[in-house]
């Protein structure tokens, strides 16, 4: 056996898995990463092993923390993530949160505008510093919460595959953002979501550096926590690997989801003018592709960056069962479906009005 082969092969389980999924990340294996560090076990774990990893893989590992300015501990909290990541060799950005920037996010409650927020932050920090991705500490637990959440809003397959290892995002990716001119793309790398928390736990505490306890993490008005502290036990005690399980649905749903993905690709491209969508045409789909093409035209045809939420989608198709006279769906952002008795077609946006 070779030295640099008996090096690995002395490597740690985490760090092990966490070079095979940077290696298959094959061309988009990034020169420099960002991780999205709060100080936590998690991300601790996740710093700890990727700066090990670049050094045997030669990329660039910074950091970024945000302060969301809600807690009273906050300040102090960066400033530990700060003192943390240094010890460990690693630069670490800290961006507060902006005190009214909450308030953009009407109609959704105080966690969401915070996860919208933060990924605004990675997104701009990203950009600022030059780097390729952002890599996030979600693992096996954190899936399984995603999972429960989603079907608990009434989400499909798409829904149910949780989180992706690796994925592109726009940002903000929001209706009525008054900052919206400001979009990027932001690559994300997850790749510990299949390590359980236990065990990257047990990393961080064999970093020998403090762990940055967030209070907040305990807080069960949060549906998350919520999640992670009454049901998912309750769960466990019913089914014992209920947490894995969970993981493992979400990784079979998101090969399933994938392969309606390209099925629905290919029959658009039968759809006729890119403008138009042939009513009867749609309706002769299976109702497993239908819904997916209807929100792949209305994204092709409606402004850059618009979200189309699956309830649109399903009154969109609920319209157009009904053959008796023309009728309009609003989507957001001014945009609306006119569904007419043959065909279907994309008006409005901001261009209509200028």
Known sequence: ?????RGI???????????RSFLALGEQRPERILVGFSGGADSLALLGLLAKLGRHEEFEVGAVHVEHGVRGESATDAQAARAVAGALGVDLEVSVVPPDSLLRHAGVGREEAMRRERYRIFAETVARVDADAIALAHHQRDQAETVLL?????SGIRGASG???VTTITVPWWAGDPVRRDRRELHVWRPLLGESATELRGYAESLGVPIVEDASNEDVSYRRNAIRHEVLP???GVVPGATINLARFAALAAMD????DRQAESVFKEAGEPGQLDRLWLLGLSSSLRGRVVQLWITRNAPAGLEVSSNRVDEVLRVASVKDRSRVVEIGGGVVVRVDSGSFRVEGGPEASS
């Open 1 to 5: 056996m070779r030295r640099s082969e």
């Open 9 to 19: 092969a002395r490597e740690s389980g985490p760090l092990q898995r966490l070079r």
């Open 150 to 154: 989603h079907l608990l809003r009434g």
């Open 163 to 165: 989180m992706r290892p």
């Open 234 to 236: 309750v769960l466990e």
């Open 257 to 260: 989801s994938d392969e309606l």
